[in-house]
């Protein structure tokens, strides 16, 4: 039996804190420049294709890559390239910037228009040229996503709207606000990628959105939508397939293995409006959350735009900040300054005050299992953090620890408070040095 078989109700049960999910979503004010950093994707960043002083409007080419794994840049404002220079991330790498002046116009660059597609190739290349990315987070290019190998094995697309991450909501918002432009979009992929059925995976905190969906899809006996247990993290990929195709993509296998294609809600969203506007990929919909932010909402903003701006709209800080999160509480990336930009994947900003953040002490593991009986895929977090700490990594491999997402269950319900989830991330670390070195 696989991994997934034996446990399809794992994970943690969370709080859900969707404190802003009534929030409809409110566009911010022109911020007066925009900082457009060149890695907004899973793989090698984008070299910038303008200078300083050049001129720039919505939808200009900014950035581009030869590489396979990549996606396209563009310009979020009008306004004039101030300067192109370096970031440090939250990581501590460094990383390109276009920094615009914004001049208020926000003038359309001319050409944009929908685009003329009639067959798979042809939409494989639109998708690449709006610059998609997944917006759930990865940061996965589109095209790509949508132009598998064994592209006549795919039957089955997966709308990703489970959306467990606690506190966000801006999934939830598409659905309430776009559900045309994710209709369309799921037209689309289903014309142009010759898929067959359409399984939307809905968690069932969010009854108004399943019914709402139901609704509008009740005359498609391709589309379902699915209802999953509210339980942390159904929004996985793996998870949310096996959940609702009852298909198992076992290690080192993608989604396309199994012939389905999954894709986050948003980003279906933003195919059907592309396919009706051609306007790249050039605003996000955050949620802004926390006990440190005076008012929370849902706020459309250029990508660019710096968090300082958005903290401003949502009425400032409230109480003194000490965390900030670029996404979710179980998965998001800290970062350490607000003048850090929203980029195109970013689907939350959370911060917090002192009084929400602690870092608790580790104890000795009591050998209670609750870290692998949370675990999706029921890996071993302690023996993977034991074996990391030998640097044995026959046993990681045995172990299977390249499997692990980074979800965070495991230390979430860890009474010990060990930090397995940190010491998964460096034993995967250590396995592919160790399989770079080989
Ligand atoms: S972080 Fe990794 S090991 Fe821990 S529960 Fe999630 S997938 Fe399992
Ligand atoms: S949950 Fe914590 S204490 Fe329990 S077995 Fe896992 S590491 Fe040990």
Redo the contacts with the bound molecule.
């Keep these: 039996m696989s991994f997934l078989q034996q446990k399809t109700l794992s994970g943690a049960r969370v709080k859900h804190f969707k404190n802003t999910e009534n929030c409809a979503s409110v566009e911010i004010p022109l911020p007066k420049e925009v900082c457009i950093s060149m890695s907004q994707h899973m793989g090698p960043p984008c070299k910038p294709t303008v200078a300083k002083g050049d001129s720039v409007k919505v939808g200009t080419l900014i950035g581009d890559s030869d590489a396979f794994l990549s996606a396209p840049i563009h310009s979020s404002v009008s306004g004039t390239v101030k300067d192109v220079t370096e970031l440090v991330t939250s990581n501590g790498a460094r990383t390109q910037v276009v920094i615009i002046e914004t001049d208020g116009e926000q003038a359309v660059e001319e050409g944009i228009q929908p685009p003329v597609v009639s067959n798979h190739p042809e939409f494989v290349k639109a998708i690449r040229a709006s610059g998609l990315v997944g917006l759930g987070g990865a940061g996965f290019p589109t095209h790509i996503k949508m132009n598998p190998k064994n592209l006549s094995e795919v039957d089955t697309l997966v709308v990703n709207a489970a959306e467990c991450e606690p506190y966000i909501t801006s999934d939830y918002r598409t659905i309430v606000e776009r559900s045309q432009d994710i209709l369309d979009g799921i037209e689309a992929i289903k014309k142009y990628v010759g898929i067959s059925q359409v399984k939307i995976a809905v968690e069932n905190n969010k009854p108004q959105a399943i019914e709402l969906l139901r609704r509008l899809t009740a005359e498609d006996p391709s589309i379902e939508v699915c209802s999953l247990r509210s339980i942390y993290p159904k929004g996985a990929e793996k998870v949310t397939t096996y959940e609702t195709t009852g298909r198992v993509i076992q290690e080192g296998m993608l989604p396309s293995d199994v012939g389905v294609i999954v894709e986050n809600v948003t980003t279906t969203a933003f195919i059907g409006q592309y396919m009706r506007t051609g306007m790249p990929l050039v605003s996000k919909c955050l949620t802004v959350d926390g006990d440190a932010i005076a008012e929370p909402k849902n706020v459309i903003v250029p990508v660019g735009t710096h968090y300082a701006d958005l903290v401003a709209f949502c009425g400032g800080y409230k109480k003194p900040p000490k965390k900030m999160l670029m996404g979710g509480p179980m998965m998001g990336i800290a970062v350490f300054d607000d003048a850090y930009p929203v980029l195109k994947n970013n689907n939350a900003l959370l911060v917090f005050s002192a009084e929400k953040v602690y870092v608790s002490e580790e104890h000795a ?8 009986s949370a675990c999706p895929y029921q890996l071993m ?2 023996q993977i ?1 034991v074996a990391a700490k030998n640097n044995d990594i026959e046993k990681l491999k045995k172990l299977k620890v390249m499997l692990c997402m980074e979800c965070g269950c ?1 230390s979430y ?4 408070k ?1 930090n ?1 989830t940190f010491s998964n991330k460096l034993a995967k670390q250590q396995l592919r040095a160790a399989t770079a070195k080989k």
Excluded: S
């Design positions: 593991c009591i050998r209670c299992g609750r870290c692998m977090p302690r953090e495991c319900v860890c009474p010990a060990r397995l």
